[in-house]
């Protein structure tokens, strides 16, 4: 059973940076393809961020230049780097790992960002 925990959400003030990061239970993490995505009430699931196996970053066009996303194999980790925060980007950011063996995917639980005075 694949477990992702995520960590690093909070108010923030615009302008500001967090860190968000998500554990993996998996083994063999490097054959994952990791990925950020972010929710609003009433709207869809959007892709922020992602890295394929063997790949490199991609990112939406809304937080190319300002948000930075990184994996590391040994701690089983990806992370998020947001800096230069605008309001617009309150949401429910959420970790998403897919599998490149048999394309299952699975969601972590969702952590709130807020940016806010």
């Known amino acids: 059973q694949v477990q992702l925990v995520e960590s690093g959400g909070g108010l923030v003030q615009p302008g500001g940076a967090l860190r968000l990061s998500c554990a993996a239970s998996?083994?063999?993490?490097?054959?994952?393809?990791v990925a950020w995505y972010r929710q609003v009430p009433g709207k869809e699931r959007e892709f922020v961020a992602d890295?394929?196996?063997?790949?490199?970053?991609r990112y939406a066009d809304s937080v190319k230049g300002r948000f930075t996303i990184s994996r590391d194999t040994a701690t089983k980790t990806v992370d998020l780097q947001m800096t230069s925060l605008k309001p617009e980007d309150t949401a429910v950011y959420y970790c998403?790992?897919?599998?490149?063996?048999?394309?299952?995917?699975?969601w972590g639980q969702g952590t709130q960002v807020t940016v806010g005075s």
């Open positions: 890295i394929i196996s063997g790949g490199s970053p």
């Open positions: 998996v083994s063999a993490f490097s054959l994952y393809d």
């Open positions: 998403r790992l897919e599998s490149t063996y048999s394309r299952n995917f699975w």
